[in-house]
Protein backbone atom coordinates (compact mmCIF):
# COMPACT_ATOMS: atom_id res chain seq x y z
CA UNK A 1 0.00 0.00 0.00
CA UNK A 2 1.56 3.40 -1.12
CA UNK A 3 2.53 5.69 1.91
CA UNK A 4 0.48 9.19 0.98
CA UNK A 5 1.57 10.27 4.48
CA UNK A 6 1.45 14.44 3.86
CA UNK A 7 1.70 14.12 0.11
CA UNK A 8 -2.10 15.65 0.23
CA UNK A 9 -2.94 18.43 -2.34
CA UNK A 10 0.61 19.09 -3.83
CA UNK A 11 0.01 19.66 -7.41
CA UNK A 12 -0.49 22.53 -9.50
CA UNK A 13 -3.76 24.12 -10.13
CA UNK A 14 -4.84 25.46 -13.49
CA UNK A 15 -8.13 26.83 -13.00
CA UNK A 16 -8.92 30.11 -13.92
CA UNK A 17 -9.79 32.19 -10.89
CA UNK A 18 -11.35 35.77 -11.22
CA UNK A 19 -9.83 38.64 -9.70
CA UNK A 20 -5.93 39.33 -9.07
CA UNK A 21 -3.58 36.06 -9.64
CA UNK A 22 -1.66 35.60 -7.10
CA UNK A 23 1.00 32.68 -7.56
CA UNK A 24 -0.13 28.98 -6.79
CA UNK A 25 1.40 28.97 -3.34
CA UNK A 26 -0.22 31.92 -2.19
CA UNK A 27 -3.69 30.84 -3.54
CA UNK A 28 -3.14 27.24 -1.68
CA UNK A 29 -2.22 29.11 1.44
CA UNK A 30 -5.41 31.49 1.46
CA UNK A 31 -7.52 28.37 0.80
CA UNK A 32 -6.12 26.39 3.82
CA UNK A 33 -6.26 29.99 5.63
CA UNK A 34 -10.24 30.19 5.29
CA UNK A 35 -10.69 26.53 5.48
CA UNK A 36 -9.04 26.34 9.16
CA UNK A 37 -11.09 29.67 9.68
CA UNK A 38 -14.23 27.63 8.60
CA UNK A 39 -13.18 24.16 10.35
CA UNK A 40 -13.07 26.29 13.63
CA UNK A 41 -15.87 28.26 13.82
CA UNK A 42 -18.23 25.77 12.40
CA UNK A 43 -16.83 22.07 12.79
CA UNK A 44 -16.11 19.44 10.29
CA UNK A 45 -19.55 18.48 10.09
CA UNK A 46 -21.23 21.76 8.96
CA UNK A 47 -17.89 23.04 6.77
CA UNK A 48 -18.82 22.90 3.43
CA UNK A 49 -16.35 22.91 0.48
CA UNK A 50 -18.57 26.31 -0.93
CA UNK A 51 -18.21 28.02 1.86
CA UNK A 52 -14.50 27.69 2.44
CA UNK A 53 -14.56 29.06 -0.93
CA UNK A 54 -16.35 31.79 -0.73
CA UNK A 55 -14.02 33.26 2.13
CA UNK A 56 -10.87 32.45 0.22
CA UNK A 57 -12.69 34.20 -2.95
CA UNK A 58 -12.27 31.80 -5.03
CA UNK A 59 -14.44 28.97 -7.22
CA UNK A 60 -15.07 25.87 -5.33
CA UNK A 61 -13.60 24.16 -8.37
CA UNK A 62 -10.41 25.37 -7.72
CA UNK A 63 -10.91 23.86 -4.30
CA UNK A 64 -11.26 20.88 -5.58
CA UNK A 65 -8.61 20.86 -7.86
CA UNK A 66 -6.18 21.54 -5.15
CA UNK A 67 -7.71 19.44 -2.98
CA UNK A 68 -10.28 16.89 -3.82
CA UNK A 69 -12.84 16.20 -1.21
CA UNK A 70 -13.08 17.89 2.28
CA UNK A 71 -11.57 15.28 3.86
CA UNK A 72 -8.16 15.84 2.63
CA UNK A 73 -8.48 19.73 3.03
CA UNK A 74 -8.98 19.36 6.44
CA UNK A 75 -6.01 16.91 6.44
CA UNK A 76 -4.06 19.43 5.09
CA UNK A 77 -5.60 22.40 7.05
CA UNK A 78 -4.78 20.66 10.24
CA UNK A 79 -1.53 19.41 8.68
CA UNK A 80 -2.62 16.07 9.98
CA UNK A 81 0.34 13.27 9.58
CA UNK A 82 -1.84 10.56 8.15
CA UNK A 83 -4.62 10.60 5.39
CA UNK A 84 -8.04 8.81 6.40
CA UNK A 85 -8.42 7.18 3.44
CA UNK A 86 -5.04 5.23 3.89
CA UNK A 87 -6.01 4.17 7.47
CA UNK A 88 -9.41 3.25 5.98
CA UNK A 89 -8.01 0.93 3.18
CA UNK A 90 -5.49 -0.69 5.52
CA UNK A 91 -8.29 -1.98 7.39
CA UNK A 92 -10.34 -3.25 5.12
CA UNK A 93 -8.27 -4.63 2.53
CA UNK A 94 -7.19 -7.96 3.27
CA UNK A 95 -8.95 -10.83 5.27
CA UNK A 96 -10.72 -9.74 8.38
CA UNK A 97 -8.94 -12.30 10.46
CA UNK A 98 -5.90 -10.41 10.16
CA UNK A 99 -6.95 -6.95 10.64
CA UNK A 100 -5.68 -6.43 14.14
CA UNK A 101 -2.24 -6.99 12.90
CA UNK A 102 -2.04 -4.92 9.76
CA UNK A 103 -3.44 -1.75 11.78
CA UNK A 104 -0.85 -2.38 14.23
CA UNK A 105 1.56 -2.74 12.13
CA UNK A 106 0.53 0.53 10.13
CA UNK A 107 1.03 2.50 13.29
CA UNK A 108 4.31 1.06 14.15
CA UNK A 109 5.37 2.04 10.61
CA UNK A 110 3.76 5.60 10.72
CA UNK A 111 5.34 6.46 14.62
CA UNK A 112 8.46 4.72 14.06
CA UNK A 113 9.57 6.75 11.12
CA UNK A 114 10.76 10.25 12.50
CA UNK A 115 9.10 12.08 9.64
CA UNK A 116 6.09 11.43 10.24
CA UNK A 117 5.96 11.27 14.72
CA UNK A 118 7.23 14.86 14.55
CA UNK A 119 3.71 15.83 13.23
CA UNK A 120 2.34 13.14 15.28
CA UNK A 121 3.58 14.79 18.36
CA UNK A 122 2.20 18.28 17.22
CA UNK A 123 -1.46 16.81 16.88
CA UNK A 124 -0.94 15.20 20.01
CA UNK A 125 -0.34 18.52 22.08
CA UNK A 126 -3.54 20.25 20.19
CA UNK A 127 -5.36 17.51 20.92
CA UNK A 128 -4.52 18.14 24.61
CA UNK A 129 -4.16 21.69 25.02
CA UNK A 130 -6.99 23.10 22.58
CA UNK A 131 -10.48 22.18 22.95
CA UNK A 132 -11.75 23.69 19.61
CA UNK A 133 -9.15 21.20 18.14
CA UNK A 134 -10.04 17.92 19.69
CA UNK A 135 -13.77 18.41 18.76
CA UNK A 136 -12.83 19.12 14.84
CA UNK A 137 -10.86 16.14 14.95
CA UNK A 138 -13.63 14.12 16.77
CA UNK A 139 -16.18 15.05 14.02
CA UNK A 140 -13.69 14.36 11.55
CA UNK A 141 -12.64 10.91 13.07
CA UNK A 142 -16.03 10.02 13.55
CA UNK A 143 -17.48 10.48 9.80
CA UNK A 144 -14.29 9.73 7.63
CA UNK A 145 -12.87 7.08 9.27
CA UNK A 146 -15.31 5.36 12.07
CA UNK A 147 -18.27 5.82 10.14
CA UNK A 148 -17.02 4.11 6.87
CA UNK A 149 -15.37 1.60 8.78
CA UNK A 150 -17.82 0.53 11.29
CA UNK A 151 -20.31 0.06 7.87
CA UNK A 152 -18.13 -1.44 5.96
CA UNK A 153 -17.77 -4.07 8.39
CA UNK A 154 -21.19 -4.27 9.96
CA UNK A 155 -19.57 -3.66 13.37
CA UNK A 156 -21.30 -1.70 16.02
CA UNK A 157 -19.62 1.79 16.16
CA UNK A 158 -19.13 0.88 20.17
CA UNK A 159 -16.44 -1.36 19.06
CA UNK A 160 -14.91 0.53 16.77
CA UNK A 161 -14.36 3.33 19.44
CA UNK A 162 -12.83 0.64 21.92
CA UNK A 163 -10.25 -0.50 18.85
CA UNK A 164 -9.66 3.39 18.74
CA UNK A 165 -8.95 3.50 22.30
CA UNK A 166 -6.78 0.69 22.46
CA UNK A 167 -4.07 2.14 19.13
CA UNK A 168 -4.24 5.89 20.73
CA UNK A 169 -3.32 4.09 24.12
CA UNK A 170 -0.45 2.68 22.37
CA UNK A 171 0.73 5.30 20.54
CA UNK A 172 0.42 7.62 24.06
CA UNK A 173 2.20 4.69 26.11
CA UNK A 174 5.09 3.75 23.58
CA UNK A 175 5.43 7.04 22.30
CA UNK A 176 4.43 10.00 24.11
CA UNK A 177 5.09 8.62 27.76
CA UNK A 178 7.69 6.01 26.52
CA UNK A 179 6.53 3.48 29.32
CA UNK A 180 9.30 0.70 29.53
CA UNK A 181 9.25 -2.30 28.51
CA UNK A 182 6.46 -1.43 25.20
CA UNK A 183 8.48 1.88 24.32
CA UNK A 184 11.46 -0.83 23.85
CA UNK A 185 9.86 -3.61 22.15
CA UNK A 186 9.85 -5.27 18.82
CA UNK A 187 7.11 -4.95 16.27
CA UNK A 188 6.81 -8.42 16.44
CA UNK A 189 6.57 -8.32 20.28
CA UNK A 190 3.96 -5.18 19.87
CA UNK A 191 1.87 -7.22 17.78
CA UNK A 192 1.72 -10.26 19.50
CA UNK A 193 0.72 -8.44 22.81
CA UNK A 194 -1.90 -5.82 21.33
CA UNK A 195 -3.18 -7.70 17.67
CA UNK A 196 -5.56 -10.12 19.52
CA UNK A 197 -7.21 -7.02 21.27
CA UNK A 198 -7.79 -5.28 18.15
CA UNK A 199 -9.11 -8.43 16.46
CA UNK A 200 -11.29 -8.82 19.62
CA UNK A 201 -13.09 -5.49 18.91
CA UNK A 202 -13.47 -5.93 15.04
CA UNK A 203 -15.12 -9.57 16.09
CA UNK A 204 -18.51 -8.91 17.24
CA UNK A 205 -19.83 -10.88 19.93
CA UNK B 1 -12.40 2.07 49.02
CA UNK B 2 -11.77 5.20 50.58
CA UNK B 3 -11.17 8.06 47.71
CA UNK B 4 -7.95 9.89 48.92
CA UNK B 5 -7.93 12.20 45.45
CA UNK B 6 -5.89 15.10 45.86
CA UNK B 7 -5.93 14.59 50.03
CA UNK B 8 -2.12 13.93 50.59
CA UNK B 9 -0.14 15.78 53.03
CA UNK B 10 -3.28 18.26 54.48
CA UNK B 11 -2.41 17.65 57.80
CA UNK B 12 -0.22 19.60 60.23
CA UNK B 13 3.31 19.82 60.85
CA UNK B 14 4.56 19.80 64.98
CA UNK B 15 8.17 18.05 63.95
CA UNK B 16 10.56 20.97 65.40
CA UNK B 17 12.64 23.49 62.67
CA UNK B 18 15.50 24.96 63.03
CA UNK B 19 15.74 28.73 62.03
CA UNK B 20 13.35 31.39 61.46
CA UNK B 21 9.66 29.54 62.20
CA UNK B 22 7.25 30.97 58.78
CA UNK B 23 3.86 28.93 59.05
CA UNK B 24 2.65 25.57 58.42
CA UNK B 25 1.37 26.36 54.70
CA UNK B 26 4.81 28.48 54.01
CA UNK B 27 6.56 25.54 55.05
CA UNK B 28 4.86 22.59 52.80
CA UNK B 29 5.53 24.77 49.64
CA UNK B 30 8.69 25.31 50.27
CA UNK B 31 9.11 21.96 50.35
CA UNK B 32 7.17 21.17 47.42
CA UNK B 33 9.03 23.73 45.29
CA UNK B 34 11.91 21.79 45.94
CA UNK B 35 10.98 18.88 45.24
CA UNK B 36 9.90 20.18 41.98
CA UNK B 37 13.36 21.37 41.40
CA UNK B 38 14.59 18.25 42.70
CA UNK B 39 12.47 15.78 40.24
CA UNK B 40 13.23 18.01 37.23
CA UNK B 41 16.73 18.01 37.67
CA UNK B 42 17.44 14.39 38.48
CA UNK B 43 14.25 12.92 37.47
CA UNK B 44 12.24 10.44 39.91
CA UNK B 45 14.24 7.89 40.32
CA UNK B 46 17.64 9.60 41.57
CA UNK B 47 15.48 12.18 43.98
CA UNK B 48 15.84 11.16 47.61
CA UNK B 49 13.68 12.83 50.32
CA UNK B 50 17.02 13.45 51.94
CA UNK B 51 17.93 15.61 48.89
CA UNK B 52 14.38 17.71 48.85
CA UNK B 53 14.86 18.60 52.81
CA UNK B 54 18.16 20.34 51.94
CA UNK B 55 17.27 22.15 49.19
CA UNK B 56 14.11 23.56 50.95
CA UNK B 57 16.69 23.70 53.95
CA UNK B 58 14.69 21.55 56.51
CA UNK B 59 14.91 18.25 58.65
CA UNK B 60 13.72 15.12 56.58
CA UNK B 61 11.78 14.71 59.20
CA UNK B 62 9.90 16.98 58.60
CA UNK B 63 9.37 16.38 55.22
CA UNK B 64 8.50 12.89 56.18
CA UNK B 65 5.98 14.27 58.47
CA UNK B 66 4.14 16.68 55.85
CA UNK B 67 4.04 14.01 52.90
CA UNK B 68 4.59 10.13 54.23
CA UNK B 69 6.70 8.49 51.06
CA UNK B 70 8.64 9.67 48.04
CA UNK B 71 5.31 8.83 46.19
CA UNK B 72 3.57 10.94 48.01
CA UNK B 73 5.49 14.02 47.51
CA UNK B 74 5.75 13.27 44.12
CA UNK B 75 1.93 13.35 43.88
CA UNK B 76 1.72 16.41 45.69
CA UNK B 77 4.72 17.75 43.58
CA UNK B 78 2.62 17.36 40.33
CA UNK B 79 -0.59 17.45 41.33
CA UNK B 80 -1.38 14.23 40.21
CA UNK B 81 -5.52 13.53 40.28
CA UNK B 82 -4.91 10.09 42.17
CA UNK B 83 -3.15 7.94 44.65
CA UNK B 84 -0.62 5.59 43.28
CA UNK B 85 -1.43 3.60 46.81
CA UNK B 86 -4.74 3.36 45.22
CA UNK B 87 -4.26 2.05 42.37
CA UNK B 88 -2.10 -0.86 43.30
CA UNK B 89 -4.24 -1.48 46.20
CA UNK B 90 -7.59 -1.59 43.51
CA UNK B 91 -5.54 -3.96 41.50
CA UNK B 92 -4.54 -6.26 43.92
CA UNK B 93 -7.42 -6.84 46.23
CA UNK B 94 -10.40 -8.76 44.92
CA UNK B 95 -10.44 -12.16 42.95
CA UNK B 96 -7.68 -11.67 40.16
CA UNK B 97 -10.29 -12.95 37.31
CA UNK B 98 -12.37 -9.41 38.17
CA UNK B 99 -9.36 -6.84 37.98
CA UNK B 100 -10.24 -6.25 34.73
CA UNK B 101 -13.60 -4.59 36.19
CA UNK B 102 -12.55 -3.52 39.08
CA UNK B 103 -9.52 -1.21 37.25
CA UNK B 104 -12.32 0.19 34.24
CA UNK B 105 -14.97 0.94 36.78
CA UNK B 106 -12.19 3.24 38.85
CA UNK B 107 -11.06 4.81 36.00
CA UNK B 108 -14.88 5.64 35.25
CA UNK B 109 -15.19 7.29 39.02
CA UNK B 110 -12.08 9.39 38.70
CA UNK B 111 -12.93 10.34 35.65
CA UNK B 112 -16.56 11.02 35.61
CA UNK B 113 -16.05 13.22 38.53
CA UNK B 114 -15.52 16.93 37.63
CA UNK B 115 -13.47 17.51 40.39
CA UNK B 116 -11.31 15.21 39.66
CA UNK B 117 -11.00 15.35 35.43
CA UNK B 118 -10.07 18.56 35.58
CA UNK B 119 -6.55 18.12 37.33
CA UNK B 120 -6.23 14.89 34.58
CA UNK B 121 -6.85 16.86 31.94
CA UNK B 122 -3.93 19.49 33.04
CA UNK B 123 -2.20 16.37 33.29
CA UNK B 124 -2.83 15.08 29.88
CA UNK B 125 -1.62 18.62 28.52
CA UNK B 126 1.37 18.82 30.57
CA UNK B 127 2.88 15.22 29.24
CA UNK B 128 1.90 15.94 26.62
CA UNK B 129 3.73 19.05 25.92
CA UNK B 130 6.58 18.89 27.99
CA UNK B 131 8.87 16.12 27.77
CA UNK B 132 10.49 16.79 31.40
CA UNK B 133 7.38 15.85 32.98
CA UNK B 134 6.84 13.02 30.18
CA UNK B 135 10.09 11.38 31.66
CA UNK B 136 9.28 11.93 35.75
CA UNK B 137 5.70 10.65 35.44
CA UNK B 138 7.32 7.32 33.06
CA UNK B 139 9.90 6.92 35.92
CA UNK B 140 7.37 7.12 38.60
CA UNK B 141 4.61 4.74 36.73
CA UNK B 142 7.69 2.22 36.69
CA UNK B 143 8.12 2.48 39.85
CA UNK B 144 5.61 3.19 42.26
CA UNK B 145 3.14 1.17 40.47
CA UNK B 146 3.71 -0.97 37.46
CA UNK B 147 6.59 -2.86 39.26
CA UNK B 148 4.98 -3.43 42.08
CA UNK B 149 1.58 -4.76 40.59
CA UNK B 150 3.79 -6.86 38.25
CA UNK B 151 5.81 -8.18 40.90
CA UNK B 152 2.22 -9.08 42.87
CA UNK B 153 0.90 -10.81 40.19
CA UNK B 154 3.89 -12.38 38.50
CA UNK B 155 2.72 -10.97 35.31
CA UNK B 156 5.02 -10.07 32.50
CA UNK B 157 5.92 -6.39 32.41
CA UNK B 158 4.92 -6.21 29.30
CA UNK B 159 1.53 -6.98 29.61
CA UNK B 160 1.17 -4.47 31.92
CA UNK B 161 2.08 -1.86 29.80
CA UNK B 162 -0.40 -3.45 27.55
CA UNK B 163 -3.35 -2.96 30.06
CA UNK B 164 -2.28 0.77 30.74
CA UNK B 165 -2.01 1.41 27.13
CA UNK B 166 -5.88 -0.03 26.90
CA UNK B 167 -6.66 2.54 29.90
CA UNK B 168 -4.97 5.53 28.99
CA UNK B 169 -6.55 5.25 25.23
CA UNK B 170 -10.14 5.05 27.11
CA UNK B 171 -9.63 7.84 28.94
CA UNK B 172 -8.01 9.78 26.10
CA UNK B 173 -11.33 8.42 23.42
CA UNK B 174 -13.92 8.92 25.83
CA UNK B 175 -13.05 11.86 28.05
CA UNK B 176 -10.27 14.56 26.09
CA UNK B 177 -11.39 13.66 22.56
CA UNK B 178 -14.82 12.18 23.41
CA UNK B 179 -15.61 10.38 20.06
CA UNK B 180 -19.02 9.02 20.30
CA UNK B 181 -20.32 6.11 20.87
CA UNK B 182 -17.42 5.80 23.68
CA UNK B 183 -18.30 9.61 24.94
CA UNK B 184 -21.69 8.66 26.12
CA UNK B 185 -21.35 4.82 26.77
CA UNK B 186 -22.52 3.63 30.23
CA UNK B 187 -20.66 2.80 32.62
CA UNK B 188 -21.78 -1.32 32.53
CA UNK B 189 -21.50 -0.28 28.39
CA UNK B 190 -17.71 0.42 28.92
CA UNK B 191 -17.17 -2.03 31.45
CA UNK B 192 -18.42 -4.54 29.16
CA UNK B 193 -16.44 -3.28 26.15
CA UNK B 194 -12.93 -3.10 27.55
CA UNK B 195 -12.54 -5.04 31.01
CA UNK B 196 -12.62 -8.74 29.41
CA UNK B 197 -9.55 -7.03 27.18
CA UNK B 198 -7.94 -5.96 30.55
CA UNK B 199 -8.44 -9.27 31.60
CA UNK B 200 -6.77 -10.45 28.62
CA UNK B 201 -3.46 -8.62 29.74
CA UNK B 202 -3.64 -9.56 33.95
CA UNK B 203 -3.92 -13.33 32.46
CA UNK B 204 -0.58 -14.89 31.31
CA UNK B 205 -0.46 -16.79 27.96
Redesign the interface.
Same mark, same amino acid.
Given at each position: MPSRILAVGTRGATVARTGRRPGRTQTREEILTAARNQFAARGYTATTIRGIAAEAGVNPALVHHFFGSKDQIFVAALNLPFNPATLVTTVLDGPRERIGERIVRLFLRLWGDPATRTPFFAL??S???NEEV +? +?Q??QF =??NAV?AKVADALDLP? /??L??A??? =? @???V =???Y @??? +????AS +?TED?VVA /? @?A? @?LQ??FTPA
Open positions: VRVSS +A +ALR =MELP /LRTGVSQ =M @VGL =MVR @VIG +AEPL +AE /L @VP @VHY
